[in-house]
């Protein structure tokens, strides 16, 4: 009955090969998150979109792209992984309007850099 | 520039009631609070927020000092389960996207 679904739950790659993580959901929200947490640490927000206005956060590396093609699914590019880019990577929807921010968040992509 | 303040550890034993501080004493009033937990190896899941009143529901209850500047988020019962961090987080309401500060890993101990 998943509702945030991302694939893969484990993700490896190579120093400097693009990688691509994705998202999909059922609930048919219209903001997407992108969340990265390195190991010990708390959820780093690395943007959002509402419908299809992206909103980046003004410390996230160009490395990191998104692209979202429709409601259900968001995609994480990650163009040239360095071994820093090592982490968990969230996915995360709510819906605009809501009086309050209640997010719903996949499992998460383990993304190892070799 | 936390918005928050919380402990960094906090032990409870299975089927007492964890209480967990939030000190949030520069919160404006249009700030809701709002309790998020994250369970290892799983994405955070909401569990409550509320603006001044205590809100309760099936997981937990919320407590607001009458100044709004702490609040403590209450598991009643609680069990292994429980075992996470949880993260406090002050927002305006609707729209403003969730940032997390470092939260309070709980351990409930048997």
């Known amino acids: 009955d998943a509702m945030v679904i991302q694939n893969p739950r484990y993700q490896v790659t190579q120093f400097g090969k693009p990688v691509t993580l994705s998202c999909s959901q059922t609930?048919?929200?219209?903001?997407m998150y992108w969340y990265q947490q390195k190991s010990s640490q708390a959820p780093k927000l690395l943007f959002h979109y509402y419908d299809k206005d992206f909103n980046n956060e003004a410390d996230t590396p160009d490395n990191f792209q998104s692209r979202r093609p429709n409601t259900s699914f968001c995609f994480l590019d990650i163009r040239s992984p360095g071994l820093g880019d090592a982490a968990m990577y969230l996915c995360a929807t709510s819906r605009e309007g809501e009086s309050f921010e209640k997010l719903f968040f996949g499992s998460g992509t383990q993304l190892s850099v070799l | 520039d936390a918005k928050t303040t919380q402990p960094t550890s906090m032990d409870c034993a299975e089927g007492r009631a964890a209480n967990l501080p939030c000190n949030h004493s520069?919160?404006?009033?249009?700030?809701?609070v709002y309790w998020y937990r994250q369970i290892h190896s799983q994405g955070p899941q909401y569990i409550i927020h509320g603006l001044k009143n205590n809100e309760t529901n099936e997981m937990a209850s919320l407590i607001i000092t009458e100044d709004r500047k702490s609040s403590t988020l209450i598991l009643p019962h609680a069990t292994l389960r429980d075992t996470a961090v949880y993260y406090c987080i002050v927002l305006p309401s609707g729209n403003t996207p969730l940032v997390f500060g470092k939260g309070t890993r709980l351990s409930v101990i048997a």
């Open positions: 520069t919160i404006s009033g249009n700030e809701y």
């Open positions: 609930l048919n929200h219209n903001v």
